[in-house]
């Protein structure tokens, strides 16, 4: 099963007014659900039920390190430049925010 890394900040600021998080987090399931996937929603600190929150780190830091461990095939969902460069590089399909929002059916 491919892992989906999601950087959850970054997807729900991809939309004006940003995307709620449960709302985010109820989405992203019921889409992995669908499509076959194990979503890993990621959210700085705290997170809604459902999702992980980093508590001493950044979702980047999370993320990339979370990456690098990943043995099975993954994509990485973020519009992050930098979080693309340190975590996207093994990465089979990387994603932007407000592209995966539509695939949600969460973009205006």
Known sequence: MTVVLVDA???LRSRWPN???EELVE???AWAERE???AVIVFDRRAPE?????TGESADDWIAREASRL???YWLVT???GLRERAGGRAERTIGGGAFLRDLGLAD
């Open 9 to 11: 900040r970054n997807v």
């Open 27 to 29: 989405a992203v399931r």
């Open 71 to 73: 043995k099975e095939p």
């Open 36 to 38: 076959g996937m194990d």
């Open 79 to 81: 519009s992050d430049r």
């Open 19 to 21: 995307v709620p998080e």
């Open 50 to 54: 459902g999702a992980v929150g980093t």
